[in-house]
């Protein structure tokens, strides 16, 4: 072989080995490792990241145990406005904390604060809002249900929050099944995973105005009739079409600070606190699968795990979209 062989012969072979090597390490990058949304995401970041919000959440749960049900709810109300984007975080006049479905009614954000400042300590600008909300969520399912699952982060936070929004797309508590189903549907989520979703309200706390229709003037009858006169000594009837006084009531008579299936069972005896809660049972579109998660309730715990993680994917900001906001409750 001349030189002029041997040296295309040798810049061939070393092109070849180039080509593995890269194809080599290519490969070892996998698609999912850059994934800009993915469980783990703050692993190098900010790798106390969900072990502080865990923290914060165990604190106060401990000492009130409502706010589970409360950061629960507040990932629900973020998610289903805008993508969960902590846009429900954001103060002023017309964001989304003073629309009707939410003024006054929200609990749990003194425990985001506080697990963001800590982080903002120890990895400024890093760890979002909304990753924390979404945390905060599924530590609470554990701290009071023993349901535990991984979610995936990396999701960023948004920069518009309006007061009319959640009127538009969280379903009020006067909905049938068939309209509960479509709202989810909008969101991607299918019907059984409405009916396992709304087993949210096996805890927490309502107060009498968002239930007051069906106890005056007349009681519903879906209502069960021992359960409507026990809310009656609790609420009071309204005066001249205004509501007098605005107690508490669980959601749940059962198990109200245990997030179970014991919900379900009280749907199946009349005492579904919303007409949302006792359509389920009363619909022939819901009924079997009312019937199978009041019997089944670790089948029901683990659909809720797989419920609360596909949510919590719904219209996320990545990559550079939106921002990290250094204060959830303001733009940066």
């Not at 006067?174 to 019907?191: E, H, I, P, Q, T």
């Amino acid at each position: 072989m001349n030189k002029m062989a041997k040296y295309y012969s040798s810049k061939l072979l070393i092109t070849f080995l180039s080509f593995v090597i890269l194809s080599c390490s290519v490969s070892a990058v996998s698609p999912k490792s850059q994934s800009p949304f993915r469980v783990g995401f703050y692993s190098k970041s900010c790798p106390q990241a969900e072990f502080v919000v865990q923290k914060y959440v165990s604190k106060f749960v401990r000492l009130n145990p409502g706010l589970a049900a409360g950061l629960i709810r507040l990932h629900f109300h973020d998610c289903f406005v805008r993508g969960c984007d902590a846009s429900l975080l954001l103060d002023g006049q017309n964001s989304e904390k003073e629309s009707i479905p939410n003024k006054g009614s929200l609990r749990g954000f003194e425990v985001i604060d506080a697990a963001k400042a800590e982080l903002e300590i120890r990895c400024p600008g890093i760890v979002s809002c909304a990753d924390i909300l979404t945390f905060a969520a599924r530590d609470s399912a554990w701290k009071v249900g023993n349901i535990y699952y991984d979610v995936p982060s990396g999701r960023r936070d948004g920069n518009v929050s309006l007061i009319l929004e959640p009127l538009l797309n969280l379903p009020p508590p006067f909905f049938n099944a068939s309209a509960l189903r479509d709202n989810f549907a909008r969101k991607g989520l299918s019907l059984d995973e409405m009916v396992t979703l709304s087993g949210s309200h096996s805890i927490g706390i309502s107060q009498c105005s968002s239930f007051l229709n069906r106890l005056y003037p007349t009681v519903d009858p879906t209502l069960d009739p021992k359960y409507a006169a026990f809310l009656k000594r609790i609420c009071p009837p309204p005066v001249n079409g205004t509501t007098t006084a605005n107690p508490a009531v669980n959601l749940d008579s059962f198990t109200p600070n245990v997030l179970d299936n014991k919900y379900y069972v009280g749907l199946k005896l009349n005492k579904g606190l919303f007409t949302t809660d006792q359509t389920l049972y009363n619909s022939p579109l819901t009924k079997k699968i009312v019937l199978n998660n009041a019997q089944y309730g670790h089948t029901w715990a683990t659909k809720f795990a797989a419920a609360m993680v596909k949510m919590g994917k719904i219209e996320v900001l990545t990559g550079t979209q939106g921002q990290i906001r250094r204060n959830c409750h303001v733009v940066n």
